[in-house]
């Protein structure tokens, strides 16, 4: 599996924005896909997950009720909307796919994306 993310960018804090992540290869759904970010400095943490068998989610405390992951098998992607965006939100964020039991456990995932800029401004 192939993971490519893209739609991060520079915006003022509150603001929003949509990451995707397109997949490729014909299991994409049969894998719980992760979202992950890293700050400067920083270790890679868990931001958000959505299991592939029930679709259910997982978000760290910092960023529930802001943002919202979703998934669509049919297009091999999944998204992370992330809205009243706050300058420590600031990182880059990777997207990762794997046959995970702990899901906030970065190791867990076997496949990961390039990575994509995230900064907000204040």
């Known amino acids: 599996v192939q993971l490519q993310a893209f739609g991060g960018g520079l915006v003022q804090a509150g603001g929003s924005l949509r990451l995707s992540c397109a997949a490729s290869g014909r299991t994409f759904g049969r894998y719980t896909m992760g979202w992950f970010r890293q700050a400067p400095g920083k270790e890679r943490q868990f931001v958000s997950a959505?299991?592939?068998?029930?679709?259910?989610?997982e978000y760290t405390d910092s960023v529930k009720g802001r943002f919202t992951i979703s998934r669509d098998n049919a297009k091999n992607t999944v998204y992370l909307q992330m809205n009243s965006l706050k300058p420590e939100d600031t990182a880059v964020y990777y997207c990762a796919a794997g046959s995970v039991l702990i899901i906030i456990r970065r190791q867990q995932y076997d496949y990961w994306g390039q990575g994509t800029l995230v900064t907000v401004s204040s």
């Open positions: 959505i299991r592939w068998n029930d679709g259910s989610t």
